[in-house]
């Protein structure tokens, strides 16, 4: 598994992707095995950091569903899969922009979604996360401090507003339990009630 992480690290340096960090995949494989989870969806594949941390987690006979509008960089995830010995059907690769792909998944059928995809449109991601999730089911959207932005009083760009915006909207919502792990650049997490 270090290996393959290397590997995608490195593989996400080159392309210009931010991975998840250390912390925050480790919490998401703690996650992925607390919650039990056979079907994850992951909106942004990148190069396979998050997945790889995702599917460790996960019970042996789950399926990660990776959404991304890069196949390249889907490519190298596959590949990163592969090193790791995760056998080809563990995981979906979907290319395509989230929110024509997530409509099409099945309504209440994951265990866990994890946002890492375009911050301006996570508002929609957590509409549709509602939707694809079990009762008890987890969603996570990852880098929610925006480097310490989403707190500062200056004036900040669209997606930290959106962001902002996210927090409130999970915060706020009766029906998602809510918590704030201060791992990485911020994960907020919240679990649909049952």
Not at 32 to 44: C, L, P, Y
Request: glycine share 12%; charged share 25%; net charge positive.
């Amino acid at each position: 598994m270090g290996a393959a992480l290397r590997w995608a690290r490195g593989r996400a340096r080159e392309a210009g992707v931010r991975p998840v960090s250390p912390g925050t995949g480790d919490a998401l494989r703690l996650l992925a095995a607390t919650s039990g989870a056979r079907a994850v969806v992951e909106i942004g594949t990148g190069t396979g950091v998050s997945g790889l941390h995702l599917l460790q987690g996960m019970r042996p006979d789950g399926v990660l569903t990776t959404v991304d509008t890069e196949p390249e960089r889907q490519q190298f995830a596959r590949q990163a899969f592969r090193m790791a010995g995760f056998a080809a059907n563990r995981a979906r690769f979907i290319p395509g922009h989230a929110l024509d792909v997530l409509p099409r998944l099945t309504d209440g059928g994951y265990d866990l979604v994890f946002c890492d995809g375009d911050r301006l449109e996570c508002l929609e991601c957590l509409d549709e996360a509602r939707r694809l999730l079990r009762p008890g089911g987890l969603v996570c959207f990852s880098g929610v401090f925006a480097g310490g932005r989403t707190v500062d009083s200056a004036a900040q760009p669209t997606e930290v507003r959106r962001l902002r915006e996210l927090l409130r909207a999970v915060r706020e919502s009766k029906d998602l339990l809510p918590a704030l792990l201060p791992v990485g650049d911020g994960l907020l997490c919240a679990a649909r009630a049952q």
